[in-house]
């Protein structure tokens, strides 16, 4: 029996049949898989992108002889009460 569910197909097999009834179900939990791969990987380039845009923010308010924002600094692993000691 041949049935559709959330887009993919899956087939029923009688116990016993063993290795097809196995590789669908690989195949129905490669799907799966791969969005935790994605969404991995679109987290991994996010915090890169964050981790960047916190260094430029807090490079541009130093040069600029401002206090960086506590969160930008917090993003690098910089303590914000030792970055205040420093005199911009």
Do not use: Q
């Not at 898989?33 to 915090?47: E, V, Y």
């Amino acid at each position: 029996m041949s049935r559709r569910h959330g887009g993919l197909a899956f087939i029923c097999v009688v116990p016993g049949a063993g290795r097809p009834h196995l590789s669908v179900i690989e195949l129905l939990d490669e799907p799966l898989k791969t969005g935790r791969k994605m969404h991995r990987a679109f987290h991994s380039i996010a915090s890169a992108l964050s981790t960047l845009r916190a260094a430029i923010a807090v490079a541009s308010a130093a040069e600029a002889h401002r206090r960086p924002a506590a969160s930008d600094l917090r993003r690098l692993g910089i303590d914000a009460t030792k970055f205040a000691s420093i005199h911009l």
